[in-house]
C-alpha cells in the first residue's frame, strides 16, 4: 500500500487535484490543524467541495495537526519539526486517528493521501506524520506528491 503525502505551496487548485487524480488519490487526509488558507481554494469547505467533484473524499483531522505554538515559536524549521515530534508522541490522537483513516481505505482498497502547506514534504510536519504511520502499517511505501 501507498501512503501519498502533497502540499499546495506554489500550485493552483486545478493542478492540485490533477496530480492526486494522475496516481489515483480516493481520500484526501487534510493535516492542518485550521483547516483554513489565504490561497484561493484550500479552505476546508471549498477544497471539500472540488475534491467531491473529482470523486476524491475529504477528511478534516485536526488532531494531526502542527500546534500553532510550534510554529509560532519555532525560530528554524527543524526545531518546528522537532516539537512537532515531541508533540506527537505526547499526543497520539492525531497518529491514531490516521491510522484508523488508512486501516478503513486498505479494506476498501482505496488510496489515501495527506495534505498541508508546505511543498517540500521534508519541510513539513506530514512527512513526520507519514513516518509514524509507516511504521505501524506492515508494506506501506511513503509517496510524496509535487505539483
Known sequence: MELYTIGYQ???????????????????????????SYKRGFCKTALSTELAKAGIEYIHLKSAGNPKENRRNSRTM?????????????????LHD????????RTQKKK???????????????????????????QLRQVHLST
Open 78 to 94: 527543524a526545531e518546528c519539526l522537532g516539537n512537532y515530534r515531541r508533540h506527537l508522541a505526547k499526543n497520539p490522537a492525531g
Open 98 to 105: 490516521v491510522l484508523a483513516v488508512v486501516a478503513q481505505a
Open 112 to 138: 489515501v493521501c495527506l495534505t498541508c502547506f508546505e511543498k517540500e514534504h521534508l519541510e513539513c510536519h506530514r512527512s513526520i506524520l507519514a513516518s509514524a504511520v509507516a511504521k505501524h502499517v506492515k
Open 10 to 36: 506554489g500550485t493552483d487548485l486545478l493542478t492540485y487535484i490533477q496530480a492526486l487524480q494522475e496516481v489515483g488519490v480516493d481520500v484526501l487526509v487534510d493535516v492542518r490543524e485550521t483547516a483554513w
